[in-house]
């Protein structure tokens, strides 16, 4: 559970430095279950306009959940061989 809310707190993190709308669309998402066609009719656009932008928002996060991954300092559950 641990390893869990470290998780989260760095996703949490990672969100934050996305643009804003990006950051949006993602919680809309995963946060409340919204659907490709819900999220269309949200931002007044087209299906193919929210994968597209969903895949960027995505890629966006991985890497920024890479940078933070790279700044933390090993902790001691990595040093157990």
């Known amino acids: 559970w641990l390893l869990q809310a470290e998780r989260h707190a760095q996703v949490r993190q990672a969100l934050e430095q996305l643009p804003p709308r990006e950051a949006e ?25 929210v994968e597209s932008r969903l895949h960027r928002a995505r890629a966006r996060l991985r890497e920024e959940l890479l940078r933070l991954d790279a700044q933390e300092p090993l902790s001691s559950s990595h040093m157990l061989s």
């Open 25 to 49: 669309i993602l919680l809309w998402k995963y946060a409340e279950g919204a659907t490709a066609p819900e999220l269309a009719r949200r931002l007044n656009t087209t299906v193919a306009a």
